[in-house]
């Protein structure tokens, strides 16, 4: 069984920083794609960044160019470094890792960004 656990939200101000992770037990977290999505009060959930076995990485248009993500298969965790920050940001930001017909889901860790 796969476990994800997020952490490094927070509060910020319009124009900051935050670097989320993710942090995976039970399994090699290096066998998995990893997704990163978000949802803000009263919308959808909607999908923020992935990165594949094979390091690809992808982006929603609205945080491309300030986000990034990466992983360290060393420490088992995927990070989602997030600059320039806006309040459309604020969300609570789930970690999602798939492989195969498995899909798994954190908690959630809650990022708000004050203007």
């Known amino acids: 069984q796969v476990q994800l656990v997020e952490s490094g939200g927070g509060l910020v101000q319009a124009g900051g920083s935050l670097r989320l992770s993710c942090v995976a037990s039970?399994?090699?977290?290096?066998?998995?794609?990893v997704y990163w999505y978000r949802q803000a009060p009263g919308k959808q959930r909607e999908w923020v960044a992935s990165i594949t076995v094979a390091d690809n990485r992808n982006y929603a248009d609205s945080v491309k160019g300030r986000f990034t993500i990466s992983r360290d298969n060393a420490k088992n965790t995927v990070f989602l470094q997030m600059n320039s920050l806006k309040s459309e940001d604020t969300a609570v930001y789930y970690c999602?890792?798939?492989?195969?017909?498995?899909?798994?889901w954190g908690q959630g860790t809650q990022v708000t960004v004050s203007s």
């Open positions: 039970g399994t090699p977290f290096n066998l998995y794609a």
């Open positions: 999602n890792c798939r492989r195969g017909s498995g899909s798994y």
